[in-house]
């Protein structure tokens, strides 16, 4: 049975740090593409970043860009968002995601997703 | 970047009755080398994370119930439930992934 758990999330202060964590399990980790989305608190889902399955390639949405970094280990079957100057409207709900398809450089649609970390960014 | 737009953005239904959800992209995601649309639905229900329902627009994700249908090319895509259960009302999300960024709609909140 596959399975994502986030971990990380918390209340940090604007400008604040956070290493989000998710560790996949029920499949080979290291064939898929990952991703992070995220959902503020009563809105809709915002895609965050994705890695390609070697940690080779990365991507970000521009509202991230230059903040956040996505990593994996996928030694240790784990996704890593490094979330940095956080701001209030990065305050969500962080998913993680896992592409079908295996190999893609770039995640298309998203068959699994954990239950989420919450981030809260406030003074 | 593809935006994209649902409606409406709220629908109430009957139990048995027919749900339609409308998704238009601001730009084609139909890629002509292979004819494929570029565009799954999700379900998310109350404190619970998205789930797959369909993906290339119209095939229906393992385990997903055949009263949920996907039509739709180009820009212009539904989402139908024939049959509406209790069990199905959540907010429905449709996603493009012809382009990153990959872009989600607004959500449809589907009640009975």
């Known amino acids: 049975e596959v399975q994502l758990l986030e971990s990380g999330g918390g209340l940090v202060q604007p400008g604040g740090s956070l290493r989000l964590s998710c560790a996949a399990s029920?499949?080979?980790?290291?064939?898929?593409?990952m991703s992070w989305v995220r959902q503020a608190p009563g809105k809709g889902l915002e895609w965050v970043s994705s890695?390609?399955?070697?940690?080779?390639?990365?991507y970000y949405a521009d509202s991230v860009k230059g903040r956040f970094t996505i990593s994996r280990d996928n030694s240790k079957n784990t996704l890593y968002l490094q979330t940095n100057s956080l701001r209030a409207e990065d305050t969500a709900v962080y998913y993680c995601?896992?592409?079908?398809?295996?190999?893609?450089?770039?995640?298309?649609?998203?068959?699994?997703w954990g239950q989420g970390t919450l981030v809260t960014v406030s003074s | 970047d593809i935006v994209m737009t649902q409606s409406p953005d709220s629908l109430d239904v009957s139990l048995g009755e027919r749900a339609t959800i409308n998704c238009k992209s601001s730009?084609?995601?139909?890629?002509?080398?292979?004819?494929?649309?570029?565009l799954a639905w999700y379900q998310q229900k109350p404190g619970q994370p998205p789930k797959l329902l369909i993906y290339?627009?119209?095939t229906r994700e393992s385990g997903v119930p055949d009263r949920f249908s996907g039509s739709g090319s180009g820009t212009d895509f539904t989402l139908t439930i024939t049959g509406l259960q209790a069990e199905d009302v959540a907010v429905y999300y449709c996603?493009?992934?012809?382009?990153?960024?990959?872009?989600f709609g607004q959500g449809t909140k589907v009640e009975i």
């Open positions: 996603q493009q992934y012809y382009n990153t960024p990959r872009t």
């Open positions: 290339w627009a119209s």
């Open positions: 890695i390609s399955v070697s940690g080779g390639s990365t």
């Open positions: 029920g499949f080979t980790f290291s064939n898929y593409a």
């Open positions: 730009q084609s995601v139909l890629y002509s080398s292979n004819n494929k649309n570029y």
């Open positions: 995601a896992k592409d079908p398809r295996v190999g893609l450089n770039n995640p298309e649609y998203f068959d699994y």
